[in-house]
């Protein structure tokens, strides 16, 4: 069992629906959990992070993570074709020094 | 401010060959992260730098990998005997000072094939 599992995708949303992506985790260590961005050839970017149970949210984004399910999840309001990309969960722990990442949800949005 | 920089950005090289990969972290940021990352998969972790020092090598898949940051800035990840699973997108990220909580922030990647 990976350390970070997400659904593969292709996830396909029309413009301007709610897109729902999913990660759960295995290690009950993980303190921190990150959502990156990464378009096709680049590097991942920062999306958004969250350290505690609920919801977090930043503009169209929010994040939300429940250690009891070891479940962290991330909508996007009102999507945009420029959301188009795969989403990378990460978690990390105080004891490791390293990010462990899910293989990546493809999410594509179309007009 | 510039951002982690990395090169090459691709890397041919034949089966055998020695690649040495480079990455310069934001100004400041005293750890330092190597990653790689196979196709439709995520990052990888290889290795991480505190400072000068490699605090935790335990990412790195076998002795033909090396990596150092003799400064604590500038780092090279160096590959012997280049086998061609060792293609892959190898990415190198920083961060301030380091620690499960804090953001890493990523360069654009060197891309190596290995023919």
């Known amino acids: 069992q990976k350390e970070v599992e997400q659904n593969s995708g292709p996830l396909s949303v029309p413009e301007g629906a709610i897109a729902s992506l999913n990660c759960t985790y295995s290690?009950?260590?993980?303190?921190?959990f990150f959502w990156y961005r990464q378009y096709s050839g680049k590097s991942p970017e920062l999306i958004m992070f969250?350290?505690?149970?609920g919801d977090k949210e930043d503009g169209r984004f929010t994040a939300q993570l429940n250690k009891a399910s070891q479940y962290v999840s991330l909508l996007i309001r009102d999507s945009q074709p420029s959301d188009s990309a795969t989403y990378l969960c990460a978690t990390a722990s105080y004891n490791n020094n390293d990010m462990r990442f899910g293989a990546g949800t493809r999410l594509t949005v179309k007009p | 401010g510039a951002g982690v920089s990395q090169t090459p950005s691709n890397k041919v090289t034949e089966k055998g060959k020695y690649v040495e990969l480079r990455c310069d972290p934001i100004?400041?940021?005293?750890?330092l992260y190597w990653y790689r990352q196979s196709l439709g998969q995520g990052p990888e972790f290889l290795i991480y730098?505190?400072?000068?020092?490699?605090?935790?090598d335990s990412g790195l898949p076998n002795d033909r990998f090396f990596a150092v940051r003799p400064e604590g800035s500038v780092s090279t990840l160096k590959i012997q005997r280049t086998e061609r699973g060792d293609s892959a997108v190898y990415l190198c990220a920083s961060s301030q000072t380091g620690g499960g909580q804090e953001t890493q922030y990523f360069g654009p990647g060197t891309r190596l094939l290995v023919l």
């Open positions: 969250i350290y505690s149970n």
């Open positions: 100004s400041g940021h005293t750890a």
């Open positions: 730098f505190q400072g000068t020092g490699a605090a935790d």
């Open positions: 290690d009950r260590g993980s303190q921190s």
